[in-house]
């Protein structure tokens, strides 16, 4: 599928064709390319012979900045780095996050167990990752093949319901673009079922995000930044 902004490519992906313009929304703002719903004025998911293609249009300012640091990049379901032009592009420092939003750790352990069941694509397939985000209680799924499409779908989910303050979950393991996509969106946790890299581990800490990782339906470990994890019955503030 390609993602075009005012008629023009800007990336060629490899996604599950499954809630598009999620996908659309959450790649530009994971990418800098937008900074909140309203900066796409028009998005179309339009069928071509050679597969998707995801039009948008950006407001007059966005376009400009577009235009001004306009790269092509191709990006198939694997490390999310392919198609980078330059060394310095995957380690720009993360957006920093500096929510004082709390959440019960039982209450992660308990998404978990939701996120396992609400995962119907790959009850069918056993071969695509989920991304949710959990906030006061409700649970926004979204799945896809690669993990960071994943991410980048429940992302512009979220940002199209205008939803906040809330946790990240995944089902993969956690590399520093998940980190990165994640303090682009903003949420103050981000946890997974799998390890962490050991870049993802700094970045997180130095976006000042809650790194949680291993995390089972009986508990997790916690990287960095313990303190928004709540324990013995304290409720989830914002």
Same mark, same amino acid.
């Given at each position: 599928?390609?993602?075009?902004?005012?008629?023009?490519?800007?990336?060629?992906?490899?996604?599950?064709?499954?809630?598009?313009?999620?996908?659309?929304?959450?790649?530009?703002?994971?990418?800098?390319? #937008?900074?909140?719903?309203?900066?796409?004025?028009?998005? !179309?998911?339009?069928?071509?012979?050679?597969?998707?293609?995801?039009?948008?249009?950006?407001?007059?300012?966005?376009?400009?900045?577009?235009?001004?640091?306009?790269?092509?990049?191709?990006?198939?379901?694997?490390?999310?780095?392919?198609? #980078?032009?330059?060394?310095?592009?995957?380690?720009?420092?993360?957006?920093?996050?500096?929510?004082?939003?709390?959440?019960?750790?039982? !209450?992660?352990?308990?998404?978990?167990?939701?996120?396992?069941?609400?995962?119907?694509?790959?009850?069918?397939?056993?071969?695509?990752?989920?991304?949710?985000?959990?906030?006061?209680?409700?649970?926004?799924?979204?799945?896809?093949?690669?993990?960071?499409?994943?991410? !980048?779908?429940? #992302?512009?989910?979220?940002?199209?319901?205008?939803?906040?303050?809330?946790? #990240?979950?995944?089902?993969?393991?956690?590399?520093?673009?998940?980190?990165?996509?994640?303090?682009?969106?903003?949420?103050?946790?981000?946890?997974?079922?799998?390890?962490?890299?050991?870049?993802?581990?700094?970045?997180?800490?130095?976006?000042?995000?809650?790194?949680?990782?291993?995390?089972?339906?009986?508990?997790?470990?916690?990287?960095?930044?313990?303190?928004?994890?709540?324990?013995?019955?304290?409720?989830?503030?914002?």
């Amino acid at each position: 599928m390609a993602l075009t902004y005012d008629r023009v490519s800007f990336a060629v992906m490899m996604a599950t064709p499954q809630n598009l313009e999620d996908f659309a929304r959450g790649f530009s703002l994971s990418e800098g390319i #937008i900074g909140r719903a309203e900066d796409i004025i028009a998005l !179309d998911i339009v069928e071509v012979e050679a597969g998707i293609e995801c039009r948008m249009a950006l407001t007059p300012a966005r376009r400009e900045r577009l235009d001004a640091r306009r790269r092509k990049i191709a990006g198939p379901a694997g490390c999310g780095l392919c198609g #980078i032009d330059s060394l310095a592009e995957p380690i720009r420092p993360a957006k920093p996050v500096g929510s004082k939003y709390q959440i019960g750790g039982h !209450d992660i352990s308990k998404a978990f167990t939701l996120l396992s069941r609400a995962q119907s694509l790959n009850r069918e397939t056993r071969a695509v990752h989920a991304a949710a985000f959990l906030s006061g209680g409700n649970l926004l799924v979204r799945e896809d093949v690669g993990r960071h499409n994943a991410l !980048d779908k429940v #992302i512009g989910a979220a940002i199209a319901q205008s939803a906040a303050h809330g946790a #990240i979950l995944l089902t993969s393991r956690v590399s520093i673009e998940l980190v990165q996509k994640t303090a682009a969106f903003g949420a103050p946790i981000l946890a997974a079922i799998s390890v962490p890299s050991a870049r993802a581990v700094r970045e997180a800490e130095a976006a000042g995000i809650t790194l949680i990782a291993v995390a089972r339906d009986d508990g997790f470990e916690i990287f960095t930044h313990p303190e928004r994890i709540l324990w013995e019955g304290k409720s989830e503030v914002a």
